[in-house]
């Protein structure tokens, strides 16, 4: 069973940065390379929406717009983490992150279809 779980989240103040983790198991290094890997985060009061996403396997990155040039998505295979590294943070950003992965070879545009699910992690930007 895949399953996916997050670290490195909590409180920073505004223009702060973290590095959010995950660690995903059950598949091997080589399946996992068959996957695409995103970032979603909700808000409060507000919906789910798509941050980020990398396909391994086509070499490609997606970001949501709010986030450009300022948050960064990339692997390390080895260990089977996808890290999301947040730079110049906003109260905006505030929310719970959830990683999420799926079988496919591009990342989709929009929300996609998404099967695995980790139970997300907290991101609080406040001074």
């Known amino acids: 069973q895949l399953q996916l779980e997050e670290s490195g989240g909590g409180l920073v103040q505004p223009g702060g940065s973290l590095r959010l983790a995950c660690r995903i198991s059950?598949?091997?290094?080589?399946?996992?390379?068959?996957?695409?890997t995103g970032w979603f985060r909700r808000a409060p009061g507000k919906e789910r929406e798509p941050v980020s996403c990398i396909s391994r396997r086509a070499k490609e990155t997606t970001y949501e717009d709010s986030v450009k040039g300022r948050f960064a998505i990339s692997t390390d295979d080895a260990s089977n983490t996808v890290y999301l590294d947040l730079i110049s943070l906003r109260p905006d950003d505030t929310g719970t992150y959830y990683c999420?992965?799926?079988?496919?070879?591009?990342?989709?545009?929009?929300?996609?279809?998404?099967?695995?699910w980790g139970r997300g992690i907290q991101v609080t930007v406040s001074s």
């Open positions: 059950g598949v091997s290094q080589s399946e996992l390379r068959n996957y695409i």
């Open positions: 999420t992965t799926t079988l496919s070879y591009l990342c989709p545009r929009g929300q996609g279809t998404y099967r695995y």
